[in-house]
């Protein structure tokens, strides 16, 4: 029997992608845009600068006490946003 070669647009896609090595490019992209709303408008608005950098999601707020109440959510975040992304992407939330 001969081995087939036929794979669905998503496999064919996502070998694409790793292929030229855009994944954590692409990531970030999805991550980012995520994030304004997994948090709300109101965090959203004190959000200076989200980066993925290598699985770390690095997150500057301009408000001392939103970071802290962030610091209690990072591990709830971390999973709402790896939900949504549909694997395990963001391993630890940074809060600068």
Do not use: C
Not at 25 to 42: F, S
């Amino acid at each position: 029997m001969k081995k087939s070669n036929q794979q669905t647009l998503k496999q064919a896609l996502d070998h694409l992608v790793d292929a030229f090595g855009m994944r954590e490019k692409m990531d970030e992209l999805d991550i980012t845009t995520q994030w304004d709303k997994v948090v709300g408008p109101m965090v959203a608005r004190h959000t200076v600068a989200v980066r993925l950098n290598k699985g770390r999601l690095i997150v500057k707020v301009d408000s001392a006490p939103l970071r802290q109440e962030l610091t209690y959510m990072r591990e709830a975040l971390r999973e709402v946003l790896n939900h949504r992304a549909g694997r395990p992407v963001v391993k630890e939330i940074v809060l600068d």
